[in-house]
């Protein structure tokens, strides 16, 4: 009898958690993909700083200063289309995440009221009998 209650007890325990497990482990993942792209995108940034730098101590006459405008003109240019890519993939990622956790709210939800149901009904003729039973 204390080994059924006990595992009755144990079930319900994991079956109240297991949302919030979900949610710790969904909010994990995407912590670790925004955390992982933005290295990179950190990495792609350092390294055309460094480029730029590199070129910048290469500079010796009037034509390696030109050449080295034009060039960051357009590294610059490159620099902002690929700060729009990665704002782009940012927000899909947030975008992405956000509908990950209204799939887990709204199935959570489902069987809350599953459960409130189930246990509803399963009072209600509790309640009945009892009462048939006060009356007899």
């Known amino acids: 009898m204390q080994d059924k209650m006990m595992d009755a007890f144990n079930a319900q325990t994991r079956q109240m958690f297991e949302p919030m497990r979900k949610m710790n482990s969904l909010m994990l993942n995407n912590m670790e993909k925004m955390t992982q792209y933005q290295l990179e995108a950190m990495k792609r940034y350092s390294q055309m700083g460094t480029e730029r730098i590199r070129s910048a101590t290469e500079i010796n006459d009037a034509e390696s200063l030109r050449d080295f405008g034009t060039k960051q003109a357009e590294m610059m240019n490159e620099l902002s289309q690929q700060m729009q890519e990665d704002a782009r993939v940012m927000s899909e990622m947030s975008l992405?995440?956000?509908?990950?956790?209204?799939?887990?709210?709204?199935?959570?939800?489902?069987?809350?009221?599953?459960?409130?149901?189930?246990?509803?009904?399963?009072?209600?003729?509790?309640?009945?009998?009892?009462?048939?039973?006060?009356?007899?």
Do not use: C, H, V, W
């Open 96 to 136: 992405q995440f956000k509908s990950e956790m209204e799939k887990l709210f709204s199935e959570a939800g489902q069987k809350m009221s599953e459960q409130a149901s189930a246990t509803a009904k399963g009072e209600q003729p509790a309640k009945a009998s009892s009462q048939s039973s006060r009356k007899s």
